[in-house]
T-cell receptor, first 107, second 113 residues
Framework: GEDVEQSLFLSVREGDSSVINCTYT??????LYWYKQEPGAGLQLLTY?????DMKQDQRLTVLLNKKDKHLSLRIADTQTGDSAIYFC???????FGAGTTVTVRA | SAVISQKPSRDICQRGTSLTIQCQVD?????MFWYRQQPGQSLTLIAT?????????ESGFVIDKFPISRPNLTFSTLTVSNMSPEDSSIYLC??????????FGPGTRLTVL
């Protein structure tokens, strides 16, 4: 199956930008997704990008895709305390998930 | 996006017993998925449930341990059979969206003693 890797932890100051990185192995991946999981809650789809795109922006979220390096990133601008959560990247329709990056926003 | 509910939201069960988790969707969908999220870990796909046919299980998961029903296009159940503490997890159902993204239910938090 698909291998998806993420860094496990990120600490960021409120108001700064957060960048969460993800790498994957299957170059034929068509869809790539970012999910957010708040404590005790289910998974919420944040955004997705098609493999034929390099970038997608959605309000405070920017997704960058480097197909050559099989690298996906999620940038959160003006990070707020409500952004503290675990962020998962996922690949393709059966959703191979990364281990999740725990983002902690400090005041 | 679909609205998905699950029952129960959480349960504490004894070793050796079974628990059936229900998943209800507010629209008709062909495919439903069941995932497991073990404590502190990522999600793993258990099986795909199609209405009118047997569920398709991923490697490492078998029907005897995780029987699935899919009686109609809006409902599915997952049973965790003969439970052991290693089955303590969050179990989530999901349905695909237009771009194959998954919309998840709130999850069932299971603790096995």
């Amino acid at each position: 199956g698909e291998d998806v890797e993420q860094s496990l932890f990120l600490s960021v100051r409120e108001g700064d930008s957060s960048v969460i990185n993800c790498t994957y192995t299957d170059s034929s991946s068509t869809y790539l997704y970012w999910y957010k999981q708040e404590p005790g809650a289910g998974l919420q789809l944040l955004t997705y990008i098609f493999s034929n795109m390099d970038m997608k922006q959605d309000q405070r979220l920017t997704v960058l895709l480097n197909k050559k390096d099989k690298h996906l990133s999620l940038r959160i601008a003006d990070t707020q305390t409500g952004d503290s959560a675990i962020y998962f990247c996922a690949v393709d329709y059966k959703l191979s998930f990364g281990a999740g990056t725990t983002v902690t926003v400090r005041a | 996006s679909a609205v998905i509910s699950q029952k129960p939201s959480r349960d504490i069960c004894q070793r050796g017993t079974s628990l059936t988790i229900q998943c209800q969707v507010d629209s008709q969908v062909t495919m439903m998925f069941w995932y497991r999220q073990q404590p502190g870990q990522s999600l793993t796909l258990i099986a795909t449930a199609n209405q009118g046919s047997e569920a398709t299980y991923e490697s490492g998961f078998v029907i005897d341990k995780f029987p699935i029903s899919r009686p109609n296009l809006t409902f599915s159940t997952l049973t965790v059979s003969n439970m052991s503490p290693e089955d303590s997890s969050i179990y989530l159902c999901s349905v695909p969206g237009r771009y194959n993204e998954q919309f998840f239910g709130p999850g069932t938090r299971l603790t096995v003693l």
